[in-house]
């Protein structure tokens, strides 16, 4: 049974930081290609960043530069450190991987909310 739980959202203050994770358990995790999402109130749900298993990166154009993904496999934890946060960044974040078979799964998702 996958399962993915995600930490760490909360309320912070433009130009704050969080550093959000996902723990995994059910998947092989080292050889996961692992994703956060985020969805804001009355959008899609969008792709924020992905780590393959070899740790290469890829960001949408609206966090480059101030988000960062990393991985640590012998925590099956995946994490996403947030950095200068502005308004439009609030919303519930998911972990999302895609299992070997093809089968989506995501996480319950973590609240994050930027205050101006």
């Known amino acids: 049974q996958v399962r993915l739980v995600e930490s760490g959202g909360g309320l912070v203050q433009v130009g704050g930081s969080l550093r959000l994770s996902c723990e995994g358990s059910?998947?092989?995790?080292?050889?996961?290609?692992m994703d956060w999402y985020r969805q804001a109130p009355g959008n899609q749900r969008e792709l924020v960043a992905t780590i393959t298993s070899g740790g290469g990166t890829n960001y949408a154009d609206s966090v480059q530069g101030r988000f960062t993904i990393s991985r640590d496999n012998a925590k099956s934890t995946v994490y996403l450190q947030m950095n200068s946060l502005i308004p439009e960044d609030t919303g519930v974040y998911y972990c999302?991987?895609?299992?070997?078979?093809?089968?989506?799964?995501w996480g319950k998702g973590t609240l994050v909310t930027v205050s101006s």
């Open positions: 999302h991987v895609l299992s070997t078979y093809g089968v989506n799964y």
């Open positions: 059910g998947i092989n995790f080292k050889i996961a290609t």
